[in-house]
Every structure is written in C-alpha cells, then in structure tokens.
C-alpha cells in the first residue's frame, strides 16, 4: 500500500507484507518504478514476468517475486496512492478487476478518515477559541485569561513551552507577562 505525499509528490509505502525486508517507508519519486504506468493512465496494471521490464524495484525479484498487478487509489478525482500485489505464479484479469475494486474501496475509506481527522482538529480548535472566549469574557483577571490562552494554545499547538510579552505603554519595550513549559 503506497500513499502520495502530498507535498513532495512521491509514494511512499504505508504497509507490505509477505517480504523478508519490509518495504514501509521506502519513497519512490514520481517518475521512477511501476507506478509511472499507473500515474499516466489511471489504469490498473499488469505484468506477469518482471524480470524484463526496468521499471520494476530490485527488491522484487530479489525476494522471488515474478508478476506484480498494480492499482491506483482515486479519491474525489485525484490520485492519492497505489495498491500493488506480487507472487511468484501467474495473476489473471479477474484478480487484477478485484485488486482495482479493493483499491476503490481503500481510497474512499482512506479520504473519509483524512476528513474525518480534518473534522475532528477544527472542532477542537473552535473548542479552545471559545474556552478562551469564555475566559476573557468571565474574568476581570488578566493573569487567569492569559493562562487559559497559554494552555489553549500548548494543548492545540503541541508546544512545549509557549509565553506572552506584553507592550510597555511606550510600545518600544515587550515585558514578560506569564509563560508556561
């Protein structure tokens, strides 16, 4: 299971499994390997002797695997991944229509937990601006605001350590007001 970084463009192998070396966490840039037939047609792919074909990982062979099938992972449109499959014996058309319809099924279950994530932050972000509302509409105690902004703000943040400075009244000067961490 390969998933697109989103910045840098590459797949990066989330998990596999049945090789004596893991391949978790390998990168493989946008051009290179068979995921470049996939990204040019948003195809399923298919090759059952990768010994002739160059784009194939060195990895493969090496641990006795003779065809792969790939599948890409399309979500809302956009390619967020790949589903590949390897043996040592032949796979068929029919496998290969039922790996595309897995990876079908992993990209939508994949974009919904990713919005899902998405979801649950912003409400707990909203959920510290309205503690932090609370506070300073609550209290005539500047010291007890800022300590609610200084927990908010390490809680959602995940600081170690976060401090306000306050302007003097000349505005030239900042002054130490509270910190945390």
Known sequence: LELIDPLSGEAIVAYSYGFENSLDGLQIPTNEGLNSYIRASNQPYLDNNIAENPMVL???PDNGCTAVAGAPMMAEGE?????WIGRRSEIFEGELRLLAAMADIAASSIRRMSLHELTTRRLN????LRKIDTSIN???DLKVSLKVLLDQTCT???A???DVLLCS???EILNYEIGQG
């Not at 390619?79 to 589903?83: C, T």
């Not at 972000?125 to 510290?128: K, M, Q, T, Y």
Request: proline share 0%.
């Open 58 to 60: 060195d990895i493969l």
């Open 79 to 83: 390619l967020i991944g790949f589903l």
């Open 125 to 128: 972000h909203l959920i510290s």
């Open 138 to 140: 609550n209290n005539k």
């Open 156 to 158: 959602q943040l995940q």
């Open 160 to 162: 170690d350590a976060a």
């Open 169 to 171: 009244g000349s505005m």
